[in-house]
């Protein structure tokens, strides 16, 4: 069953998805050469819990942490270790909560100083991808036209791997509610887009092939050839005036600039 939300619940979820933004952007101050991702992740969950919010993976069917933090080929879902991070790594950081009885969802890929320009381009292709699967997004449309445009735009135009087991959502008073937005697809197809949807949509590209595999810990998923992997996400209301992005990668990108260990990708074409 998909949820309709009102304008009142949408601004809700606006609070919620600006929560995630806030604990993103906090995680880009303290992405430093010698950190842990666990001690990233109490930070995050302290941040969130001061604001009033409820991290909204840690637990979330067992989920261990607040953060997924997915480095190099980890595409998704990695938990946060001990290893400390060095120069040429990148991080997906997939970040939830839960605020005012809404999820909101959002997630970012940060790249330290030293990254090879291949996966930087991997990187500004994908979160351009993200942009034109929203500008797909549109009251008459289906999910397929979002779906399509990431997959033309990664796949076809530029010759990165779309994941297919791991895919786009719903999202409201659960984290996972229907539609599946998948980031492949064909025009046309899908459920249509109506005007109350709010979708999770969230490319997962890899610099090599499509194939990925899951970890013995039962989360994390990784690349089969061991090459990069990249994902961002936005959580995005579905208007008649058109799409209504809830989450905010520029606070983001504003703390990534004053962190001397991280580099912008709009900073390297």
């Given at each position: 069953?998909?949820?309709?939300?009102?304008?009142?619940?949408?601004?809700?979820?606006?609070?919620?998805?600006?929560?995630?933004?806030?604990?993103?952007?906090?995680?880009?101050?303290?992405?430093?050469?010698?950190?842990?991702?666990?001690?990233?992740?109490?930070?995050?969950?302290?941040?969130?819990?001061?604001?009033?919010?409820?991290?909204?993976?840690?637990?979330?069917?067992?989920?261990?942490?607040?953060?997924?933090m997915?480095?190099?080929?980890?595409?998704?879902?990695?938990?946060?270790?001990?290893?400390?991070?060095?120069d040429?790594?990148?991080?997906?950081?997939?970040?939830?909560?839960?605020?005012?009885?809404?999820?909101g969802?959002?997630?970012?890929?940060?790249?330290?100083?030293g990254?090879?320009?291949?996966?930087?381009?991997?990187?500004?292709?994908?979160?351009?991808s993200?942009?034109?699967?929203?500008?797909?997004?549109?009251?008459?449309?289906?999910?397929?036209?979002?779906?399509?445009?990431?997959?033309?735009?990664?796949?076809?135009?530029?010759?990165?791997?779309?994941?297919?087991?791991?895919?786009?959502?719903?999202?409201?008073?659960?984290l996972?509610?229907?539609?599946?937005?998948?980031?492949?697809?064909?025009?046309?197809?899908?459920?249509m887009?109506?005007?109350?949807?709010?979708?999770?949509?969230?490319?997962?590209?890899?610099?090599?092939?499509?194939?990925?595999?899951?970890?013995?810990?039962?989360?994390?998923?990784?690349?089969?050839?061991?090459?990069?992997?990249?994902?961002?996400?936005?959580?995005?209301?579905?208007?008649?005036?058109?799409?209504?992005?809830?989450?905010?990668?520029?606070?983001?990108?504003?703390?990534?600039?004053?962190?001397?260990?991280?580099v912008?990708?709009?900073?390297?074409?």
């Amino acid at each position: 069953m998909i949820f309709y939300k009102t304008n009142e619940e949408i601004e809700l979820m606006r609070q919620s998805n600006m929560l995630v933004s806030r604990t993103l952007a906090h995680v880009g101050e303290l992405l430093k050469v010698g950190v842990s991702p666990k001690n990233i992740d109490k930070s995050a969950e302290q941040f969130i819990r001061d604001h009033g919010g409820i991290p909204g993976f840690k637990g979330y069917r067992g989920f261990p942490s607040t953060l997924c933090m997915s480095t190099n080929d980890r595409v998704v879902h990695g938990i946060p270790d001990d290893r400390p991070y060095q120069d040429g790594d990148i991080v997906s950081v997939d970040c939830g909560v839960i605020l005012n009885e809404f999820y909101g969802d959002a997630a970012y890929t940060f790249s330290f100083k030293g990254v090879a320009k291949e996966t930087m381009t991997l990187l500004k292709i994908t979160k351009e991808s993200l942009q034109k699967g929203i500008d797909n997004a549109i009251v008459g449309n289906r999910i397929g036209d979002i779906s399509n445009a990431i997959q033309q735009y990664c796949e076809k135009e530029h010759g990165f791997g779309i994941v297919r087991e791991l895919v786009g959502h719903g999202v409201g008073r659960s984290l996972h509610e229907e539609p599946e937005v998948p980031n492949f697809g064909l025009r046309g197809r899908g459920v249509m887009l109506k005007e109350g949807m709010v979708l999770a949509i969230e490319p997962m590209v890899n610099l090599g092939n499509k194939a990925v595999k899951q970890l013995k810990d039962g989360w994390t998923i990784v690349t089969r050839d061991s090459k990069p992997s990249a994902h961002f996400e936005h959580s995005v209301a579905i208007k008649s005036e058109g799409p209504d992005i809830l989450s905010n990668h520029e606070i983001i990108e504003d703390s990534i600039k004053k962190n001397e260990d991280l580099v912008i990708i709009s900073n390297i074409f």
